[in-house]
């Protein structure tokens, strides 16, 4: 088992008290063991397809990719006689990551059921032993082979696609529209009417997202699920599932204009051409959930009427209500508050674009 060259002497960035690159890749390295050659060459069958046989794995090799707010992923190459296959192995070594490890972990596969198009499948959790003999907790899952991080750059204006293999690369105005669509598209797809259960909360700026492009457009996995609460009592009523429902939207269409410069400088605010793609996505996805008891039209069209006919000062309470989900005094519900008012326009203004 190969580990990424890096002095192990040094201290991984962002870790809790002092641990050491050399304490990362041990970790890793007793967790893969204790998964063992039979589990990892299960996990890529599983990817491929095709039958990959535990004999045939000729060498695995560890790479530590990112330094995140909750996890240190790294990349697990496995090498066999005919191919190579990454997995994903998040590696909490912050306090914060430890505490949310194992909720996402459960979250993940609870949700894989539903929603497994766009999720990483996941192969195991426990933790690994440092050479000292602290245990890390870590999960392995799927690398998303070809799908990079993608992040605003300059005034918001531009999409920065983040590939390690090409370099990094501004994607066009309408590879960029796919990624707000397909991001709504899939968030709108989590979104559960009858309980307002929705992913909450997520961040561009965390690369929460990441996009492949195929034939010249953009296709989007999400990597994480750091929530899935529901907002509704139980057996809430149809006035409250919409209600809810245009609320979500309201947050949604606010939260995805927010990211950070290049990943990690101060927050940015995506220009006006990320609202209409990303109310499009959010109604696709609406199109395929069944219909709220009383009405018969589709969720979608119902929706949209209701945009439609909600005076400007209306959407503008519901926006104003729907900052409360960044939680109180944070960065970016003040970036929220001082954009609401052009962002409510730009808003009303796609729905009337898109019509009913």
């Known amino acids: 088992m190969k580990r990424r060259q890096v002095p192990g002497g040094e201290a991984l960035a962002g870790s809790r008290n002092v641990f050491r690159y050399g304490d990362y890749f041990s970790a890793a390295a007793d967790f893969l063991r204790r998964l ?70 459960r979250l993940l596969g609870a949700l894989a059921a539903r929603h497994g198009q766009w999720l990483p499948q996941i192969f195991g ?35 920065v696609l983040w590939d390690p293999q090409a370099g990094a690369r501004t994607v066009s105005a309408e590879q ?7 991001a709504a598209r899939i968030l709108g797809d989590f979104y559960d009417p009858p309980t307002g259960a929705g992913l909450l909360p997520w961040h561009h700026g965390a ?28 057996a809430a009523t149809a006035e409250q599932m919409l209600r809810q429902m ?33 109310l499009v996505g959010f109604v696709e996805a609406l ?11 589709s969720v979608a069209t119902l929706f949209l009427e209701l945009l439609v006919a909600l005076p400007a000062d209306a959407l503008g309470a519901l926006a104003e209500e729907s900052i409360d989900g960044f939680g109180p005094d944070t960065d970016e519900a003040g970036m929220a508050r001082r954009r609401l008012t052009s962002h409510v326009g730009e808003l009303a203004e796609a729905v009337r674009r898109l019509g009913v």
């Open 36 to 105: 063992g050659r039979g589990a990892l060459a299960a996990a890529a069958a599983k990817i491929t397809g095709e039958d990959t046989g535990a004999e045939v794995l000729r060498q695995i090799r560890i790479f530590l990719e990112k330094h995140g707010a909750f996890y240190h992923p790294a990349r697990v190459a496995l090498l066999f006689d005919d191919r190579t296959v990454s997995l994903v192995l998040n590696v909490a070594v912050s306090e914060p990551g430890r505490r949310r490890i194992d909720r996402e972990y």
């Open 207 to 234: 690369g929460d997202f990441v996009a492949r492009i195929e034939d010249g457009a953009a296709a989007l996995r999400l990597i994480t699920v750091r929530g899935y609460p529901s907002t509704l009592p139980p």
């Open 125 to 159: 959790s426990g933790s690994g032993r440092t050479g000292c003999g602290e245990a890390i907790p870590m999960f392995l899952g799927e690398w998303f082979e070809g799908f990079c991080e993608f992040h605003l750059t300059g005034d918001g204006g531009r999409t």
């Open 287 to 297: 199109a395929e959930k069944a219909s709220i008891p009383g009405y018969p039209d």
């Open 176 to 182: 960029r529209k796919g990624m707000y669509r397909g």
């Open 246 to 278: 245009l609320v979500a939207f309201t947050h949604l269409s606010i939260r995805t204009r927010i990211d950070r410069a290049d990943g990690t400088g101060d927050l940015l605010w995506a220009d006006a051409a990320a609202v209409e793609p990303t």
